[in-house]
């Protein structure tokens, strides 16, 4: 029959065999099946039994007859489905992180597991630990970068992590230097992350730099006005809260990141590009899974930015959200 094309689906080459079988004869009976699959009647009666679960044939009647369920809506179901199983599975991928700490107790002494606060030399040494980091943030981000403009490398090996993070639904919060949205690659990459569901704010009175994962674990360089000298990483410690609780108030101080240049500051003209998007998939498609995958983002992240959006129409339900999104002009 030549290469199996519903295999990403679960679905094996005789079962789909028989699958393609009903929808070339709808209505007619398993009879001599087996036969033509050249196979015993058990094996066949195994391979509808297990189509009729996953929903691509439905149930036998009086007559012994077997229908095929509509493509469209059978490949609908077993997206969601397989979306779901691989949502579940990216879940405990990131809940790992407790096997990296039972591999470095294999170790001993030498290199034993951080402990409330851990010494980090030099660049690369900081960097490869962010990006662990950021690899396993399950819940949230946060972020006070006063830098001036973020260099093509810079951005080139942030956007994958920051991309990544946002996909699976991880809120990231960014405090950034108002003097770095004069740079247009910084600013332009600033306003990506926006439209992907980041929150940055910007600020023009700090020098303040941390990074703060999932509030457990918080970093500091030893000399915010030269990284390279090394950082100080703390774990679940009363230093984490102390952070947390400096974040916060930069955070309060902080301004909304303003539009770009050209972007009207109106309220008819507000939406960023993804908040857009999300209007138009409540109003077009039913079923929050649908409105996630046209998006490209996860379910959770979909549902948060729709919770932002009912907020802030100052609507009660999905329903009057769009209804007074009609009245504005946003859609």
């Not at 407790?98 to 294999?106: K, M, N, P, S």
């Not at 900081?126 to 399950?138: E, P, S, V, Y």
């Not at 950034?176 to 023009?204: C, F, K, M, N, W």
């Not at 999932?214 to 390279?228: E, F, G, I, M, Y």
Request: hydrophobic residues 40%; charged residues 30%.
């Amino acid at each position: 029959m030549g290469e199996n094309e519903m295999a990403v689906f679960g679905v094996s080459d005789a079962e789909e065999e028989v699958y393609r079988h009903f929808l070339r004869n709808p209505g007619t009976t398993a009879d001599d099946l087996h036969l033509l699959l050249h196979t015993d009647p058990g094996q066949a009666r195994a391979r509808i039994g297990r189509l009729q679960e996953l929903g691509l044939l439905q149930a036998e009647d009086d007559a012994r007859r077997i229908t095929p369920v509509d493509p469209e809506t059978a490949l609908s179901r077993l997206i969601d489905l397989r979306l779901h199983a691989l949502h579940q599975e990216l879940q405990r991928i990131t809940r790992s992180r407790h096997v990296i700490d039972g591999l470095r107790a294999e170790q001993g002494a030498r290199t034993p597991p951080p402990q409330g606060i851990e010494q980090l030399e030099g660049l690369a040494q900081i960097r490869n630990r962010i990006d662990d980091l950021a690899f396993f943030a399950r819940d949230e981000i946060l972020s006070v970068e006063p830098y001036t403009r973020l260099s093509p490398e810079n951005i080139a090996r942030s956007r994958p992590l920051d991309l990544r993070c946002l996909r699976r639904g991880v809120k990231i919060r960014n405090i950034v230097s108002s003097v770095a949205l004069q740079d247009p690659p910084t600013a332009a990459y600033l306003r990506e992350l926006s439209e992907h569901g980041a929150s940055i704010r910007v600020t023009a009175d700090t020098t303040e730099r941390l990074l703060v994962y999932d509030r457990r674990a918080a970093l500091v360089p030893l000399d915010p006005r030269d990284t390279s000298r090394g950082a100080l990483l703390a774990h679940r410690s009363g230093l984490v809260s102390n952070i947390i609780a400096l974040f916060e108030r930069i955070w309060d101080q902080a301004e909304e990141l303003p539009p770009a240049d050209g972007e009207s500051g109106s309220a008819r003209d507000s939406l960023s590009a993804m908040e857009r998007r999300v209007l138009v998939a409540m109003c077009t498609v039913g079923k929050d899974e649908a409105g996630a995958r046209e998006l490209g983002v996860s379910v959770r992240t979909y549902r948060r930015h729709v919770a932002e959006l009912m907020q802030g129409l100052g609507a009660a339900s999905r329903a009057q959200a769009a209804l007074l999104a009609r009245e504005r002009g946003w859609i």
